[in-house]
T-cell receptor
Framework: EPEVTQTPSHQVTQMGQEVILRCVPISNHLYFYWYRQILGQKVEFLVSFYNNEISEKSEIFDDQFSVERPDGSNFTLKIRSTKLEDSAMYFC??????????????FGSGTQLSVL | RKEVEQDPGPFNVPEGATVAFNCTYSNSASQSFFWYRQDCRKEPKLLMSVYSSGNEDGRFTAQLNRASQYISLLIRDSKLSDSATYLCVVTDPNTDKLIFGTGTRLQVFP
């Protein structure tokens, strides 16, 4: 079965540092997402991305966050100046179509970000 | 009111038991509903979609009651491997983002 790949699996950083979380979506997918899950809490939507631009973003996704698809295969989430409360598991997801087969959303295995 | 509300559990059941999880959602305009399964510190994985007519996949049965804004999942003949957190998920009616509940933890014991 095709997979969404995320790297690294764990990232430890100091508060105030920049981090880039990387994702390789499934190759024929067109819609890309980032979700996060703080330990013990629910999975939360961060941002959706289609046709090289953000489709929607949540309140969490403030100016410290940005996404990019730099080379047609990678999809990255950058946090410019990390805060303690950014510590969470970050999941990348991708989908082939928007409304048909809506349930065919594939999640990557996540990057656990720890901000010290 | 929370967008998607679930009993957090845990539900501790013996192998072979039948267990039911419930979920309520706040936005009556929501169109798509799902149950996901999440193992500890892993990604959510789609278990099944939920349709108004109800649907079954092996030992799993999902039901949707739009009038009550209520979704259920029934697991029959529980296996040890069913131990996980079950996430009720609803789509935002205006976008394609998924709205997750906090999950219900199931522990099946021998």
């Amino acid at each position: 079965e095709p997979e969404v790949t995320q790297t690294p699996s764990h990232q430890v950083t100091q508060m105030g540092q920049e981090v880039i979380l990387r994702c390789v979506p499934i190759s024929n997918h067109l819609y890309f997402y980032w979700y996060r899950q703080i330990l013990g809490q629910k999975v939360e939507f961060l941002v959706s991305f289609y046709n090289n631009e953000i489709s929607e973003k949540s309140e969490i996704f403030d100016d410290q966050f940005s996404v990019e698809r730099p080379d047609g295969s990678n999809f990255t989430l950058k946090i410019r100046s990390t805060k303690l409360e950014d510590s969470a598991m970050y999941f990348c997801a991708s989908r082939e179509t928007r409304t048909d087969d809506r349930e065919k959303l594939f999640f990557g295995s996540g990057t656990q970000l720890s901000v010290l | 009111r929370k967008e998607v509300e679930q009993d957090p559990g845990p539900f501790n059941v013996p192998e072979g038991a039948t267990v039911a999880f419930n979920c309520t959602y706040s936005n009556s305009a929501s169109q798509s509903f799902f149950w996901y399964r999440q193992d500890c510190r892993k990604e959510p994985k789609l278990l099944m979609s939920v349709y108004s007519s109800g649907n079954e996949d092996g030992r799993f049965t999902a039901q949707l009651n739009r009038a009550s804004q209520y979704i259920s999942l029934l697991i029959r003949d529980s296996k040890l491997s069913d131990s996980a957190t079950y996430l009720c998920v609803v789509t935002d009616p205006n976008t394609d983002k998924l709205i997750f509940g906090t999950g219900t933890r199931l522990q099946v014991f021998p």
